[in-house]
């Protein structure tokens, strides 16, 4: 095995163990994915953190279901593509809207390098009956691999999930999404979409939120990395503001202008 491959496979199995590490509650973590700011200063306790993962989900299920319904009635939905491709599991609070009706009608996978992510995303698939597909891989193994079909997606959807790459992955990954936009479905119309739920830096000024392993990129840094793959101007719409805690999520459509 070559230096080179042994240092990557390192880097994987590092990032893997960093969120099993990071999802699972324990005496130095008790809040998973709660802000390490306000968790620091003592400003989380068990109800604050129940509440706000609970807001979390009911707005990512306001914001997510409509959009779910208007793609269903969209002209030509019918002849497909019927991929949901969903870019990390997490804890699995924002996706509550894979559940509903509208999404029945799709066929939902979801994605993530950790071990504890992917249970988290089995048990939601058995509790709620539903029939996506969970496969423990990191993202852009997926895409080289050919293991993710873009051709067959019709949206992506990556909550909290950009915020965590380094920069040269954001780029490689937007650039892919880009690509992913600029691919016409079988009769001819740019239909697919992307969907993120991001801390936007000009919503979370550093002086307000410290972040730990994670970069609120700003929208010229996200939009110049879609528009280079897709070749042009891209349309980034805000459908939804949430704020968890202190820290003011957007969630974004984008889409072929
Ligand atoms: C912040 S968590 C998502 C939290 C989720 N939105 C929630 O509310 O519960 C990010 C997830 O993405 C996964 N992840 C990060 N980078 C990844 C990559 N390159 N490929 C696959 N999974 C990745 C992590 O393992 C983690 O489970």
Known sequence: MSVALRRELKTKLEVEAYWDHSLTPSKENPFPLAPPDKVKEGLVSVLSYQKQNLLLAEKSLQVMVPELI??????????GPRGIEVLGAGLMRDLGWLTSTPATQFSVSIRDCSSVACEHAETFVKKHRISAKVHKMEVEEGWKSGQIDDRGTILYYAGQFIQNQYYEAVCRILEHLGRFLATETEDGVLRRKVYFLHPRGED??????????????WDIELRASLEKGFGGKVLMETIGKHDHFHQRYTFFRISAP
């Open 204 to 217: 979370n000024p550093t002086d307000r939120v410290q972040w730990k392993n994670t970069t609120p990129y």
């Open 70 to 79: 208007e793609i269903t009635k969209s002209r030509g939905f019918e002849k």
